[in-house]
């Protein structure tokens, strides 16, 4: 069982930057592929970036290419979002999820966290 904590949501203006993290539990965080999801209100659930368990390969949604990045520290138990440029469309719930296949679609993760809000202000 893989328990996953999300931290670094907030309140900040358009074009501001901030950083999600992902803490794992688990010893074996090193063999799975992570995710980073949203949800906005109202709206589905969708993806935004991918990287494998190595976190030598990494995929984006187009509501994040070129804004964001996502990296992995495997001596740290921990995924990162790093977002800048951000805009009020990004505002969202942001959920990070483990699994042990790589890939964007929401079905490859069995684990996730609880969430983080973040909210971005025009």
């Known amino acids: 069982q893989v328990q996953l904590v999300e931290s670094g949501g907030g309140l900040v203006q358009a074009g501001d930057s901030l950083r999600l993290s992902c803490a794992a539990s688990?010893?074996?965080?090193?063999?799975?592929?992570m995710g980073w999801f949203r949800q906005a209100p109202g709206k589905e659930r969708e993806s935004v970036a991918a990287?494998?368990?190595?976190?030598?390969?990494?995929k984006y949604a187009d509501c994040a290419k070129g804004r964001f990045t996502i990296s992995k520290d495997n001596a740290k138990n921990t995924v990162y979002l790093q977002m800048s440029s951000l805009k009020p469309e990004d505002t969202a719930v942001y959920y990070c999820a483990a699994g042990t296949v790589w890939g964007l679609e929401m079905y490859k993760y069995n684990y996730w966290g609880q969430g983080t809000q973040v909210t971005v202000s025009s």
């Open positions: 990287i494998s368990a190595s976190g030598g390969i990494t």
């Open positions: 688990e010893r074996t965080f090193s063999n799975h592929a």
